[in-house]
């Protein structure tokens, strides 16, 4: 059945795919992105990371060995759809072992949809030291909707940073029992293309009467990010891969995992050089009242159209006009946007202590942990028993069958907002509540042009729902983009179509060799058990197996 699927979306590819080839060796570097040397994580001695282009319908083959010596790893590729290949998706002890040191493993996938990516780790919450890099799938040639409407292409990133490593942050802040707030951890830093205005001024070169197509990426572990360019305005095109009709915007807000495309067209002439802004919202403590921006780290950078008249001074706003992203409309409207929804799953989100004292998030109670074996390892060897969520453990898990158009109704039940990611698909955006409005379980509507995107982000105290149909068989998690949320457990996996996934997916050699070496078991319930499959002795539960980092 996939595999068909899988045919389809080559043959729609054109195939002519080429294969797109990267060889990412891992390991420790230093670098100062904020003018204070550190150790972060490297691709092939460098940092920052190199960008991952590739055109539509291409095929990806990443060789990722990891040299760090003291840390396993593994990268998810934001966004990428995955379609039939739910095992290269890269979460650790969803899709895959964690890669230990001196370990290989080959990411081999289609790219099916043009737009702006990245990839990063996603073990044991080890992006924010630096391994996460932008990745760029384009149009072929003429296919591009917005084609002839801009001249040049950059590309930003923006990112948070800390000083101290994760294991450390781990250490003293995210899991500190005194932390009872459960407030995260505020970075002393900000960067723009991986450099704060302390090391280097990013300048975009502008020229009279061009138009250019900027894409950003926020790649930061906690903060939001307000953007604005000093007297020009942004033509929106793009969210999270999804192809959007052109919306003018002064003020954009991008999530950590977000990203945007805009068209901006330079002035007339070039006698000076405008400002552009990057306020980060650190949302202190989480004790404001979300969105009130937190304004603590602010970086700047020029639309650079005289390189002999000076870098412009800082550009500030009292005047808050932030596009609301709700209102967008995709440019390309799914067929099954017409269907009626079949299941309804609701998650209260929350965070809190857990009966130990220990900082939890929690969906609907209950913090993820991560299991002895794969959960996609788990689906594909359970035989009959694939659709009982109990032989998954505590993994948050969510059946769910071919063919369905699925809702998820997210309640936060929390004072902050947190931005929610799905892998493996886009979803409709049917209801987004205002910070503070309240929870609900009221049945929506979803209007057919509803915005589509792949990270969200749910208010405070307020519900989001979210829909999508399950047409991509695989393991794909659903949580929190805050990085320090993910290990304190704001995850939920949804296990499409496992009798599809049994029928389709062949986990390569190669990724159970990964498992072996370093005797963690790669079949059987989520304890490893395959005899009894509900029997879960021995399965992980919290907090005291619980991931600490
Ligand atoms: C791992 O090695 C790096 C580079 O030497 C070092 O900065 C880091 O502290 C080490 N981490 C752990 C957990 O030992
Ligand atoms: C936990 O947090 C408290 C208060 O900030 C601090 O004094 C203590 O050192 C922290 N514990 C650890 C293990 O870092
Ligand atoms: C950051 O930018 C915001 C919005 O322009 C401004 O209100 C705030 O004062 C700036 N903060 C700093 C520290 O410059
Ligand atoms: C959540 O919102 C509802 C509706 O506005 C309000 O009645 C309630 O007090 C809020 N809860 C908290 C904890 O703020
Ligand atoms: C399998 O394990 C479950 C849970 O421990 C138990 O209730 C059940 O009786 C076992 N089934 C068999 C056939 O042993
Ligand atoms: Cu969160």
Same mark, same amino acid.
């Given at each position: 059945?996939?595999?068909?699927?899988?045919?389809?979306?080559?043959?729609?590819?054109?195939?002519?795919?080429?294969?797109?080839?990267?060889?990412?060796?891992?390991?420790?570097?230093?670098?100062?992105?904020?003018?204070?040397?550190?150790?972060?994580?490297?691709?092939?001695?460098?940092?920052?990371?190199?960008?991952?282009?590739?055109?539509?319908?291409?095929?990806?083959?990443?060789?990722?060995?990891?040299?760090?010596?003291?840390?396993?790893?593994?990268?998810?590729?934001?966004?990428?759809?995955?379609?039939?290949?739910?095992?290269?998706?890269?979460?650790?002890?969803?899709?895959?072992?964690?890669?230990?040191?001196?370990?290989?493993?080959?990411?081999?996938?289609?790219?099916?949809?043009?737009?702006?990516?990245?990839?990063?780790?996603?073990?044991?919450?080890?992006?924010?030291?630096?391994?996460?890099?932008?990745?760029?799938?384009?149009?072929?040639?003429?296919?591009?909707?917005?084609?002839?409407?801009?001249?040049?292409?950059?590309?930003?990133?923006?990112?948070?940073?800390?000083?101290?490593?994760?294991?450390?942050?781990?250490?003293?802040?995210?899991?500190?029992?005194?932390?009872?707030?459960?407030?995260?951890?505020?970075?002393?830093?900000?960067?723009?293309?991986?450099?704060?205005?302390?090391?280097?001024?990013?300048?975009?070169?502008?020229?009279?009467?061009?138009?250019?197509?900027?894409?950003?990426?926020?790649?930061?572990?906690?903060?939001?990010?307000?953007?604005?360019?000093?007297?020009?305005?942004?033509?929106?095109?793009?969210?999270?891969?999804?192809?959007?009709?052109?919306?003018?915007?002064?003020?954009?807000?991008?999530?950590?995992?977000?990203?945007?495309?805009?068209?901006?067209?330079?002035?007339?002439?070039?006698?000076?050089?405008?400002?552009?802004?990057?306020?980060?919202?650190?949302?202190?403590?989480?004790?404001?009242?979300?969105?009130?921006?937190?304004?603590?780290?602010?970086?700047?950078?020029?639309?650079?159209?005289?390189?002999?008249?000076?870098?412009?001074?800082?550009?500030?706003?009292?005047?808050?006009?932030?596009?609301?992203?709700?209102?967008?409309?995709?440019?390309?409207?799914?067929?099954?946007?017409?269907?009626?929804?079949?299941? +309804? !799953?609701?998650? $209260?989100? /929350?965070?809190?202590?857990?009966?130990? @004292?220990?900082?939890?998030? %929690? &969906?609907?109670?209950?913090?993820?942990?991560?299991?002895?074996?794969?959960?996609?390892?788990?689906?594909?060897?359970?035989?009959?028993?694939?659709?009982?969520? +109990? !032989?998954?453990? $505590?993994? /948050?898990?969510?059946?769910?069958?071919? @063919?369905?158009?699925?809702? %998820? &109704?997210?309640?936060?039940?929390?004072?902050?907002?947190?931005?929610?990611?799905?892998?493996?698909?886009?979803?409709?955006?049917?209801?987004?509540?205002?910070?503070?409005?309240?929870?609900?379980?009221?049945?929506?509507?979803?209007?057919?042009?509803?915005?589509?995107?792949?990270?969200?982000?749910?208010?405070?105290?307020?519900?989001?729902?979210?829909?999508?149909?399950?047409?991509?068989?695989?393991?794909?998690?659903?949580?929190?983009?805050?990085?320090?949320?993910?290990?304190?457990?704001?995850?939920?996996?949804?296990?499409?179509?496992?009798?599809?996934?049994?029928?389709?997916?062949?986990?390569?050699?190669?990724?159970?060799?990964?498992?072996?070496?370093?005797?963690?078991?790669?079949?059987?319930?989520?304890?490893?058990?395959?005899?009894?499959?509900?029997?879960?002795?021995?399965?992980?539960?919290?907090?005291?197996?619980?991931?600490?980092?």
């Amino acid at each position: 059945m996939i595999k068909s699927l899988a045919l389809l979306a080559a043959a729609a590819s054109g195939g002519l795919a080429a294969v797109v080839k990267y060889d990412f060796d891992i390991g420790w570097v230093k670098a100062a992105p904020d003018g204070v040397e550190r150790d972060v994580i490297g691709i092939n001695g460098k940092w920052p990371l190199p960008t991952v282009e590739a055109t539509v319908g291409d095929r990806v083959i990443v060789n990722v060995h990891n040299s760090l010596g003291n840390q396993s790893t593994g990268l998810h590729w934001h966004g990428i759809h995955q379609l039939g290949t739910s095992h290269m998706d890269g979460p650790a002890h969803g899709t895959q072992c964690p890669i230990p040191p001196g370990s290989t493993f080959t990411y081999d996938f289609i790219v099916d949809q043009a737009g702006t990516y990245w990839y990063h780790s996603h073990t044991g919450s080890q992006y924010p030291d630096g391994l996460r890099g932008p990745m760029i799938v384009r149009d072929k040639l003429l296919e591009d909707p917005y084609k002839g409407e801009y001249d040049e292409e950059y590309l930003l990133t923006v990112s948070d940073w800390y000083r101290q490593d994760v294991p450390t942050i781990l250490r003293t802040v995210v899991f500190n029992t005194s932390n009872t707030n459960v407030a995260p951890p505020l970075p002393p830093s900000a960067l723009i293309n991986d450099a704060s205005n302390a090391v280097v001024n990013t300048e975009l070169k502008f020229v009279p009467g061009k138009k250019y197509k900027i894409r950003v990426v926020n790649m930061a572990a906690l903060a939001g990010v307000v953007l604005f360019f000093d007297q020009h305005k942004m033509q929106v095109i793009e969210i999270d891969a999804a192809y959007v009709e052109k919306t003018e915007a002064e003020q954009i807000y991008l999530s950590p995992a977000q990203r945007y495309s805009f068209i901006i067209e330079a002035k007339d002439t070039a006698d000076k050089n405008y400002a552009f802004s990057a306020v980060f919202d650190l949302n202190p403590n989480f004790q404001r009242p979300v969105p009130t921006i937190g304004f603590n780290l602010n970086v700047t950078g020029s639309l650079q159209y005289d390189s002999s008249a000076p870098f412009p001074a800082p550009v500030t706003t009292q005047s808050w006009k932030i596009l609301d992203d709700f209102n967008l409309k995709p440019l390309k409207i799914d067929d099954w946007v017409d269907s009626p929804t079949d299941v +309804v !799953i609701p998650m $209260d989100l /929350n965070l809190g202590l857990d009966e130990w @004292g220990v900082p939890r998030a %929690f &969906v609907n109670g209950k913090p993820y942990v991560h299991q002895k074996v794969p959960t996609l390892y788990t689906a594909v060897s359970a035989g009959d028993e694939a659709e009982n969520p +109990v !032989i998954y453990g $505590d993994v /948050n898990p969510f059946i769910v069958k071919e @063919g369905q158009v699925v809702e %998820f &109704v997210l309640n936060n039940l929390h004072r902050a907002n947190h931005p929610f990611h799905f892998h493996g698909h886009h979803f409709q955006v049917c209801k987004r509540g205002a910070p503070n409005s309240g929870v609900s379980n009221s049945p929506v509507d979803c209007s057919e042009s509803a915005m589509v995107r792949d990270t969200v982000i749910v208010n405070a105290n307020s519900t989001a729902v979210i829909r999508f149909k399950a047409d991509n068989p695989g393991v794909w998690l659903l949580h929190c983009h805050l990085e320090w949320h993910v290990p304190l457990g704001l995850t939920a996996t949804i296990i499409e179509d496992p009798f599809a996934i049994q029928d389709t997916i062949e986990i390569p050699r190669q990724h159970i060799e990964v498992c072996k070496a370093q005797c963690m078991p790669y079949e059987g319930n989520a304890a490893g058990n395959k005899q009894n499959l509900t029997d879960l002795t021995g399965a992980n539960h919290p907090p005291e197996d619980a991931d600490h980092g």
